[in-house]
Every structure is written in C-alpha cells, then in structure tokens.
C-alpha cells in the first residue's frame, strides 16, 4: 500500500542566532492520524523548529508544506488559520477570565470580524457567539474541564491549566496540533490523563506534532517518535527503536 502523503513536510530548514547554528537542514515528515514525537538533547533546535513551523520566526532557508500549501514564513495568525495551531509550552491564557471566556477568546480570532460585522449582521453573529459557546462547552467536556467553566483561569490546577491550553488551541478547529511541552510539571497522574486525552483527538482523525522530555509520556502516546540533534534529523521509528538505536544514545550522551 503506498503511505499516505504528508500532513506537514519540512526540508532543509535553516536557521542561525548570530554564529549559532539552531537548525541546519532539519527534514522530517509528520502523517496524517498520527501523534507524532520530536525529541533531541538540549540544544538540538526543537523549539526553534517549532518556531519557525509556527510562524514566530523565519527561517533562513527551507520549506515548511502544510496540507500541500508552502507556508514558509507567512504570519502566524495565517498558519493558525491554515489549521496548523500551536499550543504553548506555558499556560497563557488570560488569568482573570473564566475557563468559557478563555476559550471563546481563542475562537473569535477571525479576521473580518470586527465591530462593522457586528452592526451590520447582528443575528448572524449572534448565531456564530451562540455556535462558538456550544463548541466551547464541548471541547470542555472532552477534557474534563465541565465543572470549572466559570472558574477564574487563575485559580486552575496546573494540570487543568494544561488542559485549558489545549482548549483553547482546540477552538481554533485545528488540522495538526503542534504541543510544546505539554506535560512539562505535571504529576504522572495528570500526565497520564492529558496523554489520554490527546489519544482520544487521535482517534478522532486530529493529528499531533509534540516536543516533550518526559519520556514515559512519548512511550506511552508518541508514534513515530522523530530524533533530532545538532539542528537536523537523526532517526525515528517507535519509542523502543530510537531508544535501542546507538545514534540516539551517542547523541544524548554526548552533552
Ligand atoms: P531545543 O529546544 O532543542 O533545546 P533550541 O531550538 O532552543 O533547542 O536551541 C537550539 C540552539 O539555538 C541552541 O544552541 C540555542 O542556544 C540556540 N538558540 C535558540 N534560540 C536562540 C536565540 N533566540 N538567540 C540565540 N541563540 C538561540
Ligand atoms: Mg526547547
């Protein structure tokens, strides 16, 4: 059978921060259906990855395809409304809204909104408040954050901060997720429960790209798990693959 194209493909990505070099040539592919893994020692260039897939910065060189469509360097508002959304490694949201207030914030973000929308077509955008609010009471519901609604975002566990974060990514109506860290300071408990959680949106068709340390999480969740060092692609296979594989051990060991 011949694999089903590439949800996001990245070739020879490049980027430097003076004389460092982040990335240099970073390729990989992430399918469709999948929740994907990228891992790597300090300093491997993850987040810079992640920066640059995301739009937040440029990369000096390579290409970032999304679906079929170069989005090399457009705006990150522009990826976010291609599909491809990411959630950050912090819990940002605004810690004197509610729960609902945070994820409808998320949800509005659509250009050609604004007041003129409201004046001109106020039923219209009643329906589309109404319709927002109903998807946001659901994307609550899947992740078990039905009780704290109308809870400040600030008085939150850490670990429901996590998942609100995931929320609000999901209000986008994303097409790949992109994870920063997501169980970065949680216990093991809620590590496993937002890992189930992201199996779930997996099995409902959403495709996940995360970079994370924990590596009881990417064993648990991740597959493939793609291996990066020194700005580019190492290896991937399963969990059990890349950790038997003695490129990845030299490579975690040599920092
Ligand atoms: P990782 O997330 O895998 O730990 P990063 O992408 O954060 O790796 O960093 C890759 C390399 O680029 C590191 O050497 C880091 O110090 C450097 N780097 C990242 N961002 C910047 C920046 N804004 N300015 C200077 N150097 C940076
Ligand atoms: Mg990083």
Redesign the pocket.
């Known amino acids: 059978s011949s694999p089903q194209p590439a949800l996001l493909e990245i070739s020879d990505l490049r980027r430097s921060?003076?004389g460092?070099v982040?990335l240099n040539g970073l390729a990989l592919q992430v399918r469709p259906g999948t929740v994907t893994a990228l891992i790597?020692p300090?300093?491997?260039?993850?987040?810079?990855?992640f920066q640059c897939i995301s739009g937040v910065i440029r990369p000096d060189a390579g290409r970032v395809i999304f679906d079929g469509q170069d989005i090399t360097g457009l705006r990150p508002d522009r990826i976010t409304g291609a599909g491809l959304v990411r959630s950050f490694q912090i819990a940002r949201g605004i810690p004197r809204l509610t729960v609902l207030e945070n994820l409808l914030l998320y949800g509005q973000a659509q250009p050609g909104e604004g007041v003129a929308a409201a004046i001109l077509r106020p039923a219209a955008m009643r329906a589309r408040e109404e319709a927002l609010r109903e998807r946001a009471r659901a994307v609550a519901a899947r992740l078990n954050l039905t009780r704290v609604l109308d809870n400040q975002a600030a008085a939150l566990s850490g670990g429901q901060k996590k998942l609100m974060e995931i929320g609000r990514a999901l209000m986008a109506e994303p097409r790949l997720l992109l994870l920063d860290e997501p169980v970065a300071g949680v216990n093991p408990s809620l590590s496993a429960e937002i890992a189930s959680h992201i199996g779930s949106l997996r099995d409902e068709g959403m495709t996940v790209l995360i970079?994370e340390h924990h590596m009881d999480f990417v064993a648990s969740l991740c597959d493939p798990v793609i291996v990066m060092a020194e700005?580019r692609f190492l290896v991937q296979g399963s969990f059990e693959q890349v950790a038997a594989d003695a490129r990845v051990q030299e490579a975690y060991m040599g920092r």
């Open positions: 921060f003076g460092v982040a790597g300090n300093g491997a260039g993850k987040s810079t990855a970079v700005g």
